[in-house]
């Protein structure tokens, strides 16, 4: 009879939660016995029922209601692995319903043997302790130091907002984007410098799109999924960088999204930044990207002259430095597009007149600007070299994205992914879910088709120099 109402309850269960959930935390769990209204579970480990009992509990209510009425109960047992405590026998733990209308079920401490009496977090990040989290974050990325322009007003007041309320306005998640170079890691880092200044207790942790991937690949390697979920689950306020970074990783995004879930249903506030808005991204699961749509997506523009010179004056007053403003004038003009080069000309230039001790004039930062033009390449991504490939060969960009087997798009589509190989620091999961949302095998078989051509076919590698040309132009 147990077991008929318990597999009652899991087809309810099913329907209503994750598969990767299901298969986690109810397909381990054992029916023992059914006396009266109260149901008998047993569960691997004390972690394991906290756990039931933090995410799970308002579904467990509603199907044992549903099965054996109002008057429900449910009692645990948990397996203790420890000869020490209880004679190894199983370790129950019972909680009546509240009311005739609920069953509503309390934590308990379960004693464990050894000096620690709280079951530990065994999952570990480099820098980071469970009880006293490193939130990760540059003291130098704040509020203050981020100047405010029509190019990023939007998202510097949103984000200003959220700082001030995590969790509690309708920017959740505020998904900060624009092209590198921008600011929005900076300004990602000031809404956790800013919550932690207004909310000392509040975990906050920045951790980049990669880092996340990593730690998630070990996670599973060591066995400790579970507690790599748990640990993100525990955040007040969770930055994620450079989400687009995501793409062509199933497993890393089906974990995100149940963390995601978790961390938004409880209040918690999500930020992210991507390089395209939420409808651009490709090689993302279609239910992430709707929720990442939930809250505010605000761009960040490339920054007009009076914003690039307030930029500047407000690096050389940091720094101590007095310098003309006619050669502030000169860097604004000629590096306009992305902040990051613009304060890097102002370093160049002022490690110039250091080194060389030469004092800081209109015709030492020309001379230097001109150089440092002339030698940085243009940034290509792997749009720009879609669109240069399709122009090449004069097809059209639906062409290359979509799954046709003409000879002709083939080819361009694999000298599309050859060049994102070559010239970008793409991943080849990254590169494959742009180009036509293929996989990272097909990206390698496309780079070692592109090189046995250009060895055996002339023609071929003539096309493949001219495109390159192109590309670098």
């Not at 203050?144 to 309708?170: D, M, Q």
């Not at 002022?350 to 080194?355: E, G, V």
């Not at 060389?356 to 030492?364: P, S, V």
């Not at 991943?427 to 090189?451: E, P």
Request: aromatic share 8%; glycine share 6%.
């Amino acid at each position: 009879m147990h077991e008929h109402v318990w597999n009652n309850c899991l087809k309810v269960i099913k329907d209503n939660v994750p598969s990767i959930s299901y298969r986690t935390w109810f397909e381990p769990i054992v029916p023992l016995k059914l006396d009266d209204d109260i149901l008998t579970i047993q569960v691997p480990s004390p972690f394991f029922y906290e756990y039931l009992e933090e995410q799970y509990i308002d579904i467990l209510r509603k199907v044992l209601v549903k099965e054996l009425g109002e008057e429900a109960k449910l009692e645990y047992n948990v397996v203790m692995q420890n000869n020490s405590y209880n004679n190894n026998k199983p370790y129950t733990v019972k909680f009546p319903a509240k009311s005739g209308k609920e069953i509503r079920n309390q934590p308990v401490k379960v004693p464990i043997a050894g000096s620690d009496n709280v079951i530990k977090n065994p999952f570990v990040i480099p820098g980071i302790k469970k009880l006293d989290i490193d939130p990760m974050l540059n003291p130098g990325n704040s509020f203050p130091n981020f100047i405010e322009g029509e190019c990023n007003r939007l998202a510097r007041s949103a984000g200003y907002a959220v700082s001030n309320n995590p969790g509690g306005t309708a920017f959740n998640p505020l998904l900060v984007y624009g092209d590198s170079g921008l600011g929005k890691t900076h300004l990602a880092q000031a809404i956790g410098i800013e919550v932690k200044g207004k909310y000392p207790d509040k975990t906050v942790l920045y951790v980049n799109a990669n880092k996340f991937q990593t730690q998630f690949v070990d996670a599973i390697r060591n066995n400790n999924k579970n507690d790599f979920i748990h640990f993100y689950q525990m955040i007040d306020v969770l930055i994620i960088d450079d989400v687009h970074e995501f793409a062509g990783k199933e497993k890393t995004q089906d974990t995100f999204f149940h963390i995601f879930n978790h961390l938004h249903q409880s209040g918690k506030q999500l930020v992210l930044t991507s390089d395209k808005p939420p409808v651009e991204l490709q090689g993302l699961e279609q239910r992430l990207i709707s929720r990442f749509k939930w809250g505010l997506s605000a761009d960040l523009q490339a920054p007009d002259f009076e914003t690039r010179m307030a930029i500047l004056k407000k690096k050389v007053y940091n720094d101590g430095i007095e310098m003309p403003d006619d050669v502030l004038e000169y860097i604004a003009t000629h590096i306009s597009d992305n902040v990051r080069e613009l304060e890097g000309a102002l370093i160049s230039l002022l490690a110039q007149s250091t080194l060389n001790k030469k004092e800081i004039t209109l015709d030492l930062a020309k001379e230097m600007i001109d150089k440092l033009i002339k030698n940085t390449n243009k940034e290509i991504s792997i749009d720009y070299i879609q669109k240069v490939v399709c122009n090449y060969f004069n097809i059209g960009l639906e062409q290359i994205q979509s799954r046709t087997r003409k000879r002709e798009i083939v080819q361009a589509r694999q000298v599309a992914m050859f060049f994102s190989k070559s010239l970008t620091k793409s991943s080849l999961a990254t590169i494959g879910s742009q180009i036509g949302g293929k996989d990272h095998a097909t990206v390698l078989h496309a780079c070692k088709t592109v090189n046995n051509l250009l060895e055996t076919d002339k023609r071929f590698r003539i096309q493949i120099d001219e495109i390159e040309k192109k590309l670098k132009m």
